[in-house]
């Protein structure tokens, strides 16, 4: 069975760091590509980021609206995604999902969600 | 970043058929083809098909998947109380490098 398991969230200051974690089971981690997406209460999904796996260099690529602030990483040693998080603004308040994609493929499974308030 | 154009709200009886539509523009649904997702209150979104009509393992046949040019469908049929959802839809675009969603279609089943 497909796990993916988010933790780390949490209350934090604007301007402040964070960084979530994604403990995946159950299928092939380093051949996955791994992505993050929110969704802020009562709104739609918004894609934050994605990461290769490493046939494909480990490459990265971010929503314009996170770039600069936000990193993903990954070990695929413990099976775990990362999604470091900078310079944290209000409207960056959200549930992050970690979610994972075959290499070009779409989107497939989905964690739980943790939720991440930014505030004073 | 652009993305793609679904209706608020769709509202059909028990038992009838509900489309549901997603726009977008040739470099994402018309070039990728679409994924929807359901979700329900309070929980992740799931998987209901993806490049336009592949339906994972464990997904009704209800649930069926289109797509005509830069414009993609979900058709529900025999809809039941536990279709109500949000239902979204995403894409790659490839100009913007970057996976795009719909803002969601909440359906109601009467």
């Known amino acids: 069975e497909v796990q993916l398991v988010e933790s780390g969230g949490g209350l934090v200051q604007p301007g402040g760091s964070l960084k979530l974690s994604c403990a995946a089971s159950g299928f092939t981690f380093s051949g996955s590509a791994m992505h993050w997406v929110r969704q802020a209460s009562g709104k739609g999904l918004e894609w934050v980021g994605r990461?290769?796996?490493?046939?494909?260099?480990?490459?990265?690529v971010y929503a314009a609206s996170v770039k600069g602030r936000f990193t993903i990483s990954r070990d695929d040693s413990k099976n775990t995604a990362y999604l470091q998080m900078n310079s944290l603004k209000t409207e960056d308040t959200a549930v992050y999902y970690c979610a994972r994609s075959v290499e070009g493929g779409a989107i497939d499974y989905w964690g739980q969600g943790t939720l991440v308030t930014v505030s004073s | 970043q652009a993305g793609l154009t679904q209706p608020p709200s769709v509202s059909k009886g028990l038992r009838q058929t509900a489309t549901l539509t997603c726009t977008g523009n040739s470099n994402n649904v018309g070039n990728q083809g679409a994924t929807w997702l359901q979700q329900h209150q309070g929980h992740p979104p799931k998987l209901l098909s993806y490049r336009d009509n592949n339906r994972p393992s464990g997904i009704s046949e209800r649930f069926s998947a289109s797509r005509s040019e830069n414009t993609a469908s979900l058709t529900i049929t025999g809809l039941q109380p536990e279709d109500e959802a949000d239902y979204y839809c995403?894409?790659?675009?490839?100009?913007?490098?970057?996976?795009?969603f719909g803002g969601g279609t909440k359906l109601t089943v009467l």
């Open positions: 995403s894409a790659w675009d490839s100009s913007l490098s970057a996976w795009v």
């Open positions: 990461m290769r796996n490493k046939a494909n260099y480990y490459a990265t």
